[in-house]
């Protein structure tokens, strides 16, 4: 069974950094696609950044200049990159991971990491 398991949140002051993961296990298949998305209290998820399997990689706006994504293959894990956090970046993130699976293209949720930004 295929999970993604994220990890690397916590509480950071306005200004500072965090590096999120999001590794996929159960599986032999590398992660060839991958999205981060964030939901504030009271919020509609929204899309962050995105590294597609054909394509550019992209990003919301409000985070461009601060948040970079990434995989590596070989520890089969996504990252997301965040510097100069903002009060408006906290929020729960997810990753969104595609894998082939089975013979076709599947997208896995990870379970949310919550990030808190305190001034």
């Known amino acids: 069974q295929v999970q993604l398991v994220e990890s690397g949140g916590g509480l950071v002051q306005a200004g500072g950094s965090l590096r999120l993961s999001c590794t996929a296990s159960?599986?032999?298949?590398?992660?060839?696609?991958i999205a981060w998305y964030r939901q504030a209290p009271g919020q509609q998820r929204e899309l962050v950044a995105v590294?597609?399997?054909?394509?550019?990689?992209s990003y919301a706006d409000s985070v461009k200049g601060r948040f970079t994504i990434s995989k590596e293959n070989a520890k089969n894990t996504g990252y997301l990159q965040m510097n100069n956090l903002k009060l408006e970046d906290t929020a729960v993130y997810y990753c969104?991971?595609?894998?082939?699976?089975?013979?076709?293209?599947?997208?896995?949720w990870g379970q949310g990491t919550q990030v808190t930004v305190s001034s």
């Open positions: 590294m597609p399997r054909l394509g550019r990689t």
């Open positions: 159960g599986t032999t298949s590398t992660i060839s696609a």
């Open positions: 969104n991971a595609e894998l082939r699976e089975g013979g076709t293209w599947k997208m896995y």
